[in-house]
């Protein structure tokens, strides 16, 4: 059968689907994406047919990093997603025509493309790359970050505050998304569940111990644990000669003004005995004063990183942090906006690292989170063992194929 795949323009939504997709073409399956134009290349080196997204998609950037609140940066984030779900109408219609194929895979934040995906008539499913931000039973509303309620205290807080959260995101996003659907024939939907609950299946990019115990799953979603893809890259040489424990930085693919992680790690770890390596999609590494023991590189794979890495510096992004944490290496996680909040909140629950809100981050307060983060070697390692379990990229395969009822031989 052939696949579809349809992303938005983001690198972090776009490597995790990649192994699925490999996977589906290991067992004969036809692939076919429409993502941004950085990925293109990687995805014709693996074999797929793969286009560029309409280029007004990508024109829309994601402004987030001006909100003052965390709150605040998920409503931004998810105004970003409606602006561009207008175009993904006719794009994704002009995929299907295109390459006429037995089954859709959507990124999640596609909202456009998941309501024609949801009227096209074929089976699809949805990719979901983040921690849900739908409410649930003894889960704390989505955004601040809060730790799961333990105590009457924490459930009159969650009990309080949800539907001041909650609504407040809900008022924001309806009325634009259901205007979408509505003018591409789907059904509105009441509230953040149903939004993220459309699909035939979803795929949840994540498991326990990380994510939070729910009872109330919807009946669509498989959690199919953590993954990751690099783009094939040698090791480079000045890797080879590092001879100290390394200490990887990362920030988002996507601007949010989050390189005061990368100086405070290199201020703050100057004299440790460790060798940081940095990297800066969205920025300029030659604006830092880099220390004889650090390195910063625009673009790094990670993988050429990671098995040689005691701890993980991350700026809260759910790919970067989850590929440290299924590596089995501590993660000091730094959440500036977006859902990193609750990914790194995540990261404090399971013990396997450290939460350092950006508001709080000093060179010598980055410094002890990692010190502390370094001692939670074990408790990784375990969390890797646990989220291997839930069946990667296999399993996500098998779910596809099960939704077609297309396996073969």
């Keep these: 059968m052939k696949v579809l795949a349809y992303t938005s323009p983001s690198r972090g939504n776009l490597f995790p689907l990649v192994p699925i997709l490999s996977e589906l073409r290991k067992r004969g399956h036809e692939i076919a994406v ?16 793969a286009e560029p997204i309409d280029p007004r998609i990508e024109a829309i950037p994601h402004d987030d990093f001006k909100a ?58 949805t990719v979901l790359p983040y921690p849900a931000p739908f409410p649930g039973g003894g889960i704390p509303p989505f955004g601040p970050g809060f730790a799961p309620a333990r105590d009457f205290a924490g459930r009159l807080r969650d009990r309080l505050l949800a539907p001041v959260i909650v609504g407040s995101v809900e008022r ?18 009441a509230d953040l569940r149903e939004a993220f609950s459309t699909a035939p299946l979803t795929l949840y990019l994540t498991a326990e111990p990380l994510e939070y115990r729910r009872t109330d799953w919807p ?16 090791t480079p040489e000045w890797l080879d000669e590092i001879d100290r424990p390394i ?14 992680l990368i100086a405070a790690a290199l201020d703050g770890l100057r004299d440790e005995d460790v060798f940081v390596v940095a990297t800066l999609p969205s920025g300029d590494p030659s604006t830092f004063d880099v220390p004889v023991n650090a390195r910063v590189e625009r673009w790094l794979p990670h993988s050429v990183v990671l098995p040689r890495a005691a701890c993980v510096i991350t700026h809260g992004g759910m790919g970067a942090t989850q590929k440290a944490l299924a590596a089995g290496i501590p993660v000091v996680a730094v959440p500036f906006g977006r859902d990193q909040h609750e990914v790194a909140r995540r990261v404090e629950v399971s013990g396997a690292g450290v939460r350092l809100p950006s508001s709080k981050v000093t060179p010598a307060r980055l410094r002890d989170a990692v010190r502390q983060a370094r001692t939670k070697h074990a408790a990784a390692q375990h969390l890797a063992g646990e989220l291997a379990t839930a069946g990667g990229a296999p399993r996500a395969a098998e779910e596809i194929e099960a939704l077609t009822g297309s396996q073969l031989p």
């Excluded at 609140?69 to 219609?93: H, I, M, N, Q, Y």
């Excluded at 924001?172 to 939907?189: D, F, H």
């Excluded at 200490?247 to 005061?260: H, N, Y």
């Design 34 to 49: 429409r993502t941004l134009n950085v990925g293109l290349d990687p995805l014709r080196a693996l074999g797929f047919t």
């Design 68 to 125: 003052k609140t965390p709150v605040g940066s998920v409503k931004r984030s998810t105004a970003v997603f409606l602006r561009r779900a207008e175009f993904e109408v006719d794009d994704l219609r002009a995929a299907i025509a295109a390459e006429s194929p037995a089954v859709l895979i959507v990124d999640i934040n596609c909202w456009g493309a998941v309501a024609v995906a949801e009227m096209s008539g074929l089976p699809w499913a």
């Design 172 to 189: 924001a996003i309806k009325p634009v998304l259901n205007a979408v659907r509505t003018k591409v024939g789907a059904s509105p939907v």
């Design 219 to 234: 009946a669509s979603y498989r959690l199919v644990g953590p993954l990751s893809f690099d783009p094939p890259a040698e």
């Design 247 to 260: 200490v990887l930085v990362t920030t988002s693919s996507e601007f949010q003004d989050d390189g005061k």
